[in-house]
C-alpha cells in the first residue's frame, strides 16, 4: 500500500509535503535566532540530505518520492521537541536549528534523528531501508549566521563524499585547498599560513651538528623552521606533502642548505651539510635541473652537499627516480639513507643501494641501553654498514647513556639534543666556536 502524503494544515510559509519552513524563511530566521545565541546558550544547526532519493523517484515517481519525503519528515518532527524548528532547503535536504544546545547534546540528537531515519519503512510493497548525511555546526563568537549555515551544509557533504549514513561536525570535514586536495579545516588553515610564510620570507633552515666518536662534528643536517612559532614542522610538513606544497619547500632548502655550506667552506670550514629530500620532490622530472641549479647558484662543492632519501626511493625503479639517482650522484653529492628501520626496511636491500650514509631512526635509541634487542638491531646495522662501505648515523641522542651503548655497539656518527638543538646560523657559528672540534 502507498504512503499517503502529509495532509496536516501548515502555515502559509511552510512547505506543504513535509510542513517543514521553505528555505527562504530559514535564512531571515536563522539571522534573528543569533542575535539571542551566546556561548552558555549557543545555536546549533544541523543539515541532513538524504542518501539516494535519486534512486526513490526514479524507482516510484514523483508521487512516491514526495511520499518518502513526508514520512521522512514526520519522523524526524516527532523526535524532537517544539524548541526545534524545521527548514526544507532542497528536495532531500533538511535543516534543524536548535537553540540553547551545545556540542555534546546536537550530536546526541544528531544520532538519534540518524537511527530514526535508518528504520525501515514499506512503500508500494518493498521495505525501503533509508540512510542520510548529516552535517552539524556551532555559531561561534561573532560569527555571520549565514557562515554557520554554509558550514553545516559543507560538513553534510563531506559525510555524503564518504558514503552517506553518518555524522560530521564542521571544523573536522576536509575542506579543498589551493591545489583541490581536501584537508581539514586547521589543515586548510596551515596551508595559508606556509603560502603567505613563502609569500614573505618566514622560512628558515636550522642546523644541527652530527659528531663522531671523537667528539668532532662531522656534518649537520638542516631542518626547516618557520618565524610564525605557532607553525611547527609537524604541523606544516605532512600539510605540505598533502598539498604538494612540500616540492616548493625542498626546493627552497636545497638552495639555501647549499649557500650554507658555501659560506661556511669559505670560513674554512668544510662542513657536508645534509638535506632532506622529500619522495614528492625526487620524483619530480625537474629534481635535477633543480640540483644542479642550487649547486650553480651556490658555487659549492658538491662534495659538501648530502641528500637524505628515504630506503623506499633507493628500491624504487621507476625510470624518474632512477635517472635522479644517477644525476646526483653524477653531480658528484653524497646520499644518505634517511630513517632506516622504520616502515618496511629491508637488509637484504642495502647490498643493492649506493649510499654514503645509513642514519638510525631514533626509535631505536630511544630504547637504548635497557632494551637488549633494540641493542642488538643496533649493533647489527652499524656492522652491516661498515661491511658495505657505509658510515651509520644514529639520530636522537638524548643522554650520556645512550650515547655510550652507541658507541658500544660500533654506531660511527651521533645527533641529537644531548649534543646540541637545531640552531640557526648565527647561533651554530657560536656554537661552533665555543665547541672548537671540527674535521
Not at 242 to 266: C, D, P, S, Y
Not at 312 to 323: E, G, I, K, P, Y
Not at 386 to 401: D, K, P
Not at 414 to 439: C, I, N, S, V
Request: proline share 5%; charged share 20%.
Amino acid at each position: 500500500m502507498p504512503l499517503a502524503l502529509h495532509s496536516n494544515m501548515h502555515p502559509p510559509e511552510a512547505e506543504p509535503i513535509t510542513g517543514f519552513l521553505k528555505r527562504s524563511v530559514c535564512f531571515d530566521e536563522i539571522t534573528q535566532r543569533a542575535t539571542l545565541a551566546t556561548p552558555e546558550h549557543p545555536l546549533a544547526i544541523i543539515w541532513i540530505a538524504l542518501d539516494r532519493f535519486k534512486r526513490v523517484n526514479e524507482s516510484f515517481g514523483h508521487q512516491g518520492g514526495d511520499a518518502y519525503i513526508a514520512q521522512i519528515a514526520q519522523r524526524l518532527r516527532a523526535k524532537i521537541g517544539i524548541t526545534a524548528q524545521w527548514y526544507r532547503m532542497a528536495g532531500d535536504e533538511f535543516v534543524c536549528l536548535l537553540p540553547d544546545c551545545d556540542f555534546d547534546h546536537t550530536n546526541q540528537i544528531a544520532a538519534t534523528l540518524l537511527r530514526e531515519i535508518e528504520t525501515p519503512f514499506p512503500i508500494n510493497k518493498l521495505l525501503l531501508h533509508p540512510s542520510a548525511s548529516l552535517g552539524i555546526a556551532i555559531l561561534a563568537a561573532d560569527e555571520n549566521p549565514h557562515a554557520c549555515l554554509e558550514r553545516a551544509d559543507q560538513a553534510m557533504n563531506t559525510a555524503k563524499r564518504a558514503g552517506g549514513g553518518r555524522i560530521v561536525n564542521s571544523g573536522v570535514e576536509p575542506i579543498p585547498g589551493r591545489l583541490g586536495i581536501y584537508l581539514a579545516r586547521h589543515e586548510l588553515e596551515i596551508e595559508n599560513q606556509l603560502h603567505r610564510a613563502l609569500e614573505q620570507g618566514e622560512l628558515s633552515l636550522y642546523y644541527q651538528p652530527c659528531l663522531d666518536s671523537n667528539g668532532r662534528v662531522v656534518s649537520f643536517e638542516a631542518l626547516l623552521r618557520c618565524a610564525n612559532k605557532r607553525l611547527t614542522p609537524s604541523e606544516f610538513i605532512p600539510v605540505a606533502e598533502k598539498t604538494g606544497l612540500i616540492v616548493r619547500l625542498g626546493e627552497w632548502a636545497l638552495l639555501e642548505g647549499a649557500r650554507f655550506a658555501q659560506r661556511l667552506a669559505a670560513t674554512g670550514l668544510p662542513i657536508p651539510v645534509a638535506i632532506n629530500v622529500s619522495r614528492a620532490q625526487f620524483t619530480t622530472l625537474r629534481f635535477a635541473q633543480t640540483l644542479h641549479a642550487a649547486l650553480l647558484c651556490a658555487n659549492v662543492n658538491p662534495e659538501l652537499i648530502e641528500l637524505e632519501l628515504t630506503e623506499s626511493l633507493f628500491m624504487d625503479h621507476s625510470m624518474t627516480v632512477q635517472a635522479n639517482l644517477r644525476a646526483a650522484r653524477d653531480a658528484g653529492v653524497a646520499l644518505s639513507i634517511d630513517d632506516f628501520g622504520t616502515g618496511y626496511s629491508c637488509l637484504a636491500n642495502l647490498k643493492d643501494i649506493k649510499a654514503g650514509k645509513l642514519k638510525l631512526d631514533r626509535a631505536f635509541v630511544i630504547a637504548l641501553p635497557q632494551d637488549t634487542r633494540a641493542v642488538a638491531v643496533v649493533k647489527a646495522i652499524a656492522r652491516l654498514g661498515r661491511e658495505l662501505g657505509m658510515r651509520v648515523v644514529a639520530e636522537g641522542v638524548e643522554n650520556q647513556t645512550q650515547l655510550d651503548a652507541l658507541h658500544e655497539a660500533g654506531v660511527d656518527i651521533t645527533q641529537g639534543f644531548f649534543h646540541a638543538r637545531p640552531m640557526p646560523e648565527t647561533a651554530l657559528l657560536a656554537w661552533l666556536d665555543k665547541h672548537g672540534k671540527t674535521t
